[in-house]
């Protein structure tokens, strides 16, 4: 016996064989879960809900100048609904530019939404990721994410089942930089916005937490996502629009993704 958990274990076996020998965040990986993603049905539908609302929060910021930026954009999804955002990663060559959330390259007040999908988790001090957010949005420009949640289910299949850190526990915001997909914490975006929810409007009164929303769980969790196999034969894959939206209800207790949005908003003067 390895002393490996059975759950760790089972789940990297059923990991794509798209994936073996690829190391995470090369341009061979991105390329792989991209064509992963075509030709996953329920994959490609949880992207494109994902990003339509990412893209919803930037078109609610008034006027129409500043940039729309995309953080760790990996396969650079969301160009196929607007070739116009500008991408970035830490990875050279996977996006437009090469940047870090702790040191924006972009002018003050020249970004109207920052968008970010399973980005926020991997950022190793998020404080500092708030504070140049605040720096470079424009007044009413909006932080979109699609972010882990901290459901029941979450908890057992990320804290259980995930090879990434979940650790709601965790005393500090911060952890060690590290491998950029490899170094993370998975409950951070529940840490942040509602256990140290008093912390955050202490830090940063002037962005406000305008939005959270359970995302459709059922249909990725059977897809495989992009990094395990399909459990869905493709054929039945329609059926799980339908599924998702019955099982709504249950989203409070099995929801594994969350959709949150902040805007910058005027400071409150403090007393």
């Known amino acids: 016996m390895s002393g490996e958990p059975s759950l760790a274990a089972a789940s990297r076996r059923l990991r794509d064989p798209a994936l073996r020998g690829l190391a995470p965040g090369t341009a061979a990986w991105f390329e792989a879960q991209r064509r992963m993603i075509a030709g996953k049905p329920l ?4 992207y494109d809900l994902w990003y339509r609302r990412l893209l919803e929060d930037a078109d609610s910021v008034p006027g129409a100048g500043g940039l729309i930026v995309e953080l760790g954009s990996g396969l650079s999804y969301i160009k196929r609904l607007r070739p116009e955002v500008v991408t970035t ?3 050279a060559g996977a996006a437009d530019l090469v940047a870090d959330g702790r040191a924006l390259p972009f002018g003050d007040g020249t970004v109207r939404a ?7 988790h991997h950022i190793p001090d998020v ?3 708030l504070t140049e957010a605040r720096r470079v949005l424009a007044p ?4 979109g994410m699609v972010e882990e949640t901290h459901t029941p289910f979450a908890r057992f299949f990320f804290g259980r089942i995930h090879p990434e850190p979940y650790d709601d526990r965790a005393a500090r915001w911060e952890f060690p930089a590290g491998d950029p997909l490899g170094a993370a914490n998975q ?3 529940w840490i942040v916005f509602f256990r140290d929810a008093a912390r955050f409007r202490e830090g940063w009164p002037d962005l406000a937490l305008e939005r959270r929303e359970y995302l459709p769980w059922l249909g990725y969790l059977l897809s495989g996502g992009v990094n395990l196999r399909s459990l869905v034969p493709r054929p039945l894959a329609p059926a799980f629009g339908a599924l998702d939206a019955l099982l709504r209800p249950c989203d409070r207790l ?3 993704h969350w959709h949150l949005r902040l805007r910058k908003v005027a400071a409150v003067p403090r007393r």
């Open 254 to 256: 099995c929801a594994i």
């Open 140 to 143: 009413g420009g909006v932080i």
């Open 127 to 129: 404080g500092r990721f």
């Open 114 to 120: 920052l968008l970010l999908t399973h980005v926020f």
């Open 89 to 91: 990663d830490v990875v």
């Open 187 to 189: 409950a951070l975006s």
């Open 43 to 46: 994959v490609r539908r949880c």
